[in-house]
T-cell receptor, first 114, second 114 residues
Framework: DADVTQTPRNRITKTGKRIMLECSQT?????MYWYRQDPGLGLRLIYY???????NKGEISDGYSVSRQAQAKFSLSLESAIPNQTALYFC?????????????FGPGTRLTVL | AQTVTQSQPEMSVQEAETVTLSCTYD???????LFWYKQPPSRQMILVIR??????QNATENRFSVNFQKAAKSFSLKISDSQLGDTAMYFC???????????FGKGTRLSVIA
């Protein structure tokens, strides 16, 4: 089984809908990240969490919210989806007690907002 | 804020040849970490190689090597004996401190031609 999983893998929704993207990990890592990938722009940071009680905004947090329900789970929500949030979303983890220079990525969620 | 620049949106190389992908970055930090990630059509993010800024020796992983020029803030990736499976998007990334978010370049799409 994959160490970092994301659900759903693909999602099509309509403008104005609330959407939640979920990330789970079995690696026991304390740090988790959400990135967004757009063609020609690379990956950009949305939110990150250093532990369950620590949530931080990234470069492009507007229009998004997150929840760290447990050490293993980090969810990204779009309260009212808009078409320019159409993108590929990645969750990643790292271990502050281990080799902290390595981030492990999930398989990504492709979101389309019509 | 740190920035990462990949000046080659697309490149192509003949199978078995060598290709170099460019990356420059901007930072005021003295110790940091640099990475190259590969994203094949499966969209999975795969770590290719990492470099610690305090190490003068260039990192090497099989057919992949880097040319790290700290003073010039340059971090290029050389792929030797290119294979069809090397066809992918390649992202250069910067990490300011251990266990902190990555800052990505916009990517270079590499095509290996038979």
């Amino acid at each position: 089984d994959a160490d970092v999983t994301q659900t759903p893998r693909n999602r099509i929704t309509k403008t104005g809908k609330r959407i939640m993207l979920e990330c789970s990990q079995t690696k026991g890592h304390d740090r988790m990240y959400w990135y967004r990938q757009d063609p020609g722009l690379g990956l950009r940071l949305i939110y990150y969490s250093f532990d369950v009680k620590d949530i931080n905004k990234g470069e492009i947090s507007d229009g998004y919210s997150v929840s760290r329900q447990a050490q293993a789970k980090f969810s990204l929500s779009l309260e009212s989806a808009i078409p320019n949030q159409t993108a590929l979303y990645f969750c990643a983890t790292s271990d502050s007690s281990g080799r902290g220079d390595t981030q492990y990525f999930g398989p990504g969620t492709r979101l389309t907002v019509l | 804020a740190q920035t990462v620049t990949q000046s080659q949106p697309e490149m192509s190389v003949q199978e078995a040849e060598t290709v170099t992908l460019s990356c420059t970055y901007d930072t005021s930090e003295n110790n940091y970490y640099l990475f190259w990630y590969k994203q094949p059509p499966s969209r999975q993010m795969i770590l290719v190689i990492r470099q610690e800024a305090y190490k003068q020796q260039n990192a090497t992983e099989n057919r992949f090597s880097v040319n790290f020029q700290k003073a010039a803030k340059s971090f290029s990736l050389k792929i030797s004996d290119s294979q069809l499976g090397d066809t992918a998007m390649y992202f250069c990334a910067f990490m300011k401190h251990l266990n902190t978010p990555l800052v990505f370049g916009k990517g270079t799409r590499l095509s290996v031609i038979a």
